[in-house]
C-alpha cells in the first residue's frame, strides 16, 4: 500500500490550491482517506477526512468552510481544495487512510495505518 501525495508550492494569503494523494497496492474503495498537516515545531493535526462511501467528511475547525476534500474511488485518488489560505496553513501535509473496519477515530494519527510521504506548502502573508 503506498500513498502519494501532490501539489504542494508556494501561494499567496487569500490564494486557493488543490492537494491530491494517489493511492496504489490495492483498491481504495473501502478505505477511509484524510488529511492531515504538521507545521513547524508543532505536533502533527488532523485536518480533513472522507468515508469510504464518499458521502461523509470530517473537518478541522480551522479549516472548515475553507477547505473540502472529495475522492474518486474509480481512480484510488482523493483530493484537498484548499481556498482563501492563511500564513497558518504552512505545513507539511500528510495523506492518510485506513481500511473502513480499521477505526472509526477520525482525529488523531493512531486512527489510521498507512501513510504518505507529505506534500509541503507556504502561504506567504
Known amino acids: 500500500v503506498q500513498l502519494q501525495a501532490s501539489g504542494g508550492g508556494l501561494v499567496q494569503a487569500g490564494g486557493s490550491l488543490t492537494l491530491s494523494c494517489a493511492a496504489s497496492g490495492r483498491s481504495f474503495g473501502t478505505y477511509d482517506m484524510a488529511w492531515f498537516r504538521q507545521a513547524p515545531g508543532k505536533e502533527r493535526e488532523f485536518v480533513a477526512g472522507i468515508a469510504w462511501t464518499g458521502d461523509t467528511t470530517y473537518y478541522a475547525d480551522s479549516v472548515k468552510g475553507r477547505f473540502t476534500i472529495s475522492r474518486d474511488n474509480a481512480k484510488d485518488t482523493n483530493s484537498l481544495q484548499m481556498n482563501s489560505l492563511k500564513p497558518e496553513d504552512t505545513a507539511i501535509y500528510f495523506c492518510?487512510?485506513?481500511?473502513?473496519?480499521?477505526?472509526?477515530?477520525?482525529?488523531?494519527?493512531?486512527?489510521?495505518?498507512?501513510w504518505g510521504q507529505g506534500t509541503e506548502f507556504t502561504v506567504s502573508s
Open positions: 492518510a487512510t485506513r481500511c473502513r473496519l480499521y477505526s472509526r477515530d477520525w482525529y488523531s494519527e493512531r486512527g489510521y495505518n498507512y
